[in-house]
């Protein structure tokens, strides 16, 4: 089973606006990704938060990570068309690298 | 630098033809790994290893082979295709030790294989 799960599944917005996704896994985590996927596209890494960490910055991105409650987030501020795409939130544990089901974000003009 | 490259882009099998799906690298990372990505399934991890000679399963391994025999390569092997394969196939690749900076998983561009 997978170990990430996102909400929400789809996410329609105006221009400008601020978008939040969500993301809760189930075990220990070493770290916590977030990657960006334009449709038909391979995955581009964002950001990546350590367990040791609450909220870290990147441009327009803010991701926060609450180890208590097993839960991440990750904010698109401002956003822009071009911010159209799934998100997907990636726990890594020991070695592996384990996605989950993605957020669908579309920006409307 | 041409990062994680995946060949071929497309490939349309008949059920129980085999084929090899290519994944090489050129940025010296020890992980490599393939997952395949279904609609409303997210990504699924089917193999990956952490060296040249070293291999190991993840969450939907059945129906695939891999080897790795150099730092560069590793390929995905289908023995027996099945129209459930029909898939988006990524291969994906970092330095060990990576984990823990800034830096994350460098993708390919995917494969799209459609089994009939």
């Known amino acids: 089973s997978q170990q990430g799960e996102e909400d929400p599944q789809a996410l329609s917005i105006q221009e400008g606006e601020n978008a939040t996704m969500n993301c809760s896994y189930k075990t220990s985590i070493n770290n916590l990704q977030w990657y960006r996927q334009n449709s038909g596209r391979g995955l581009v890494h964002l950001i990546l938060?350590?367990?040791?960490?609450r909220e870290k910055h990147s441009g327009r991105l803010r991701v926060t990570l609450d180890t208590s409650k097993k839960s991440s987030s990750l904010l698109i501020t401002a956003s822009r068309a071009a911010d159209t795409a799934s998100y997907f939130c990636?726990?890594?544990?020991?070695?592996?690298?384990?996605f989950g089901q993605g957020t669908r974000l579309t920006i409307n003009p | 630098n041409a990062g994680v490259t995946q060949t071929p882009k497309f490939q349309v099998l008949k059920t129980g033809q085999s084929m090899t799906l290519q994944c090489a690298q050129d940025m010296n990372h020890e992980y490599m790994s393939w997952y395949r990505q279904d609609p409303g399934m997210g990504l699924r991890l089917i193999h990956y290893s952490v060296g040249a000679g070293i291999t190991d399963q993840g969450e939907v391994p059945n129906g695939y082979n891999v080897s790795r025999s150099t730092t560069e390569d590793f390929p995905l092997r289908l023995l027996s295709a099945a129209p459930s394969q029909t898939s988006v196939y990524f291969c994906?690749?970092?330095?060990?030790?990576?984990?823990?900076?800034?830096?994350?998983?460098?993708f390919g561009s995917g494969t799209r294989l459609t089994v009939v």
């Open positions: 990636a726990t890594q544990g020991a070695q592996k690298l384990v």
């Open positions: 994906a690749s970092i330095r060990l030790g990576q984990g823990t900076t800034p830096h994350g998983y460098t």
């Open positions: 938060i350590r367990s040791n960490e």
